[in-house]
């Protein structure tokens, strides 16, 4: 068995807890998401992976495909996102999703902003839609 980090979703949490711990607890640890599979741990040597290829220095790599960025108001992620937002070629696109945080964008599907999936979906995934115009224009 792999040496594992330690559990990163706590069993046991209240409102002392770390709130994004406790925003994963609340996931990971109840009903609401756990599964005896899922630890919630890394192995020792998972982070090489993410050190030995960064993902952001390869960005433009995705344009001109288009790119949507969804993330929570409330999110402690959303640093990220909105950092890969501003580094991504176009096209690409941000949405904040409001009042949601990291976790609850899982499996609150009064929060998931489906009509803004299958809007920018339906836009770049179509028959003709301009990235397969794009694509051919950069091809030539």
Known sequence: MPLLTPRDAPIGFDENTDPIAREFGEFYST??????NSITQWTTTSSLSFMNFPLLP???WISPRPIL????EHA??????EDAYERAAEPKELYIVPNAGHVDL???TDLIPFDK???FFTEHLAPGARVGETLAASAA
């Open 106 to 108: 899982y499996d609150k």
């Open 58 to 60: 390869h960005l433009e």
């Open 69 to 72: 960025f969804v993330t929570g």
């Open 117 to 119: 999936l299958e809007a």
């Open 31 to 36: 009903p609401r998401g756990y599964h005896p």
């Open 76 to 81: 402690h992620s959303r640093y990220y996102s």
